[in-house]
């Protein structure tokens, strides 16, 4: 007896995969990821304002941005007092790559921060490497350009000597701490003294002023030339003193 051939079932063709959906790019995405590669990082109304672009159609654009992976919103705190909760958005490193620019660094407050001081204080630079360290801002005071700068300090910064006055001509380094400023800051400290920085400032956020201002009493680094300020109130007063002047 011959044996039963055994006959295997013919597979079902596979199914088609899934494709990925691309969303359609238009003129206002466009304005609104332009607008942000110039900024590096700003609020959503002040975004809409800048492209004038209405808030529905800013909101139906911001999703198809998010969708695609092009940029990030984030809460931040943009101004002291009550009402500074803001929404800020970035572009991601898709969104520098389609830009063809190439992204800068940092989280969402930390870069608010140091985009709008450096923006308010004249002939500031971001991150100049100075003997290997490369302080968030710095900037070489001048006593009559910077006169609003020095009166910020004047009215909200912590000094920890008697002798606090920035004399003229000198370089300053700003270093924005907006994470853990425990072990940020001692760090911060040796690498600018290091690099032959005698006049530093930390700007903190409001909920570490006060631990931060313990943590240099306790320090055993010297504190000349060290000053500790509210992020916001030294950002509120310069946009003030911008606005007057």
């Not at 039963?4 to 995405?29: G, H, M, Q, Y």
């Amino acid at each position: 007896m011959e044996p039963i051939p055994i006959i295997l079932p013919t597979p079902s063709p596979p199914a088609d995969e899934p494709r990925a959906v691309v969303l359609a790019l238009n003129r206002t995405d466009r304005a609104i990821a332009t607008h942000l590669a110039r900024r590096v990082i700003d609020t959503l109304s002040n975004t809409y304002d800048a492209t004038n672009t209405h808030y529905a159609v800013g909101e139906q654009s911001k999703t198809r941005l998010l969708q695609r992976g092009m940029i990030t919103a984030s809460p931040i705190l943009s101004r002291g007092g009550r009402g500074g909760r803001a929404v800020a958005l970035q572009l991601t490193t898709n969104g520098y790559e389609w830009l063809k620019i190439k992204p800068p660094r940092g989280g969402a407050q930390h870069e608010y921060l140091l985009q709008r001081l450096h923006n308010l204080l004249s002939g500031s630079s971001i991150e100049v490497r100075l003997d290997g360290k490369a302080p968030d801002l710095v900037l070489r005071y001048d006593a009559v350009q910077h006169a609003d700068f020095l009166l910020a300090l004047n009215e909200h910064a912590t000094t920890f000597d008697s002798d606090a006055v920035i004399p003229h001509n000198t370089m300053v380094a700003i270093e924005i701490e907006c994470s853990n400023p425990s072990t940020t800051i001692p760090n911060n400290l040796i690498k600018d003294r290091a690099a032959g920085l005698k006049y530093l400032i930390f700007a903190v956020m409001p909920k570490d002023e006060k631990r931060v201002i313990k943590l240099l009493r306790n320090s055993n680094q010297s504190r000349e030339g060290v000053m500790v300020i509210d992020a916001l109130k030294l950002l509120d007063h310069l946009r003030k003193e911008s606005t007057n002047g």
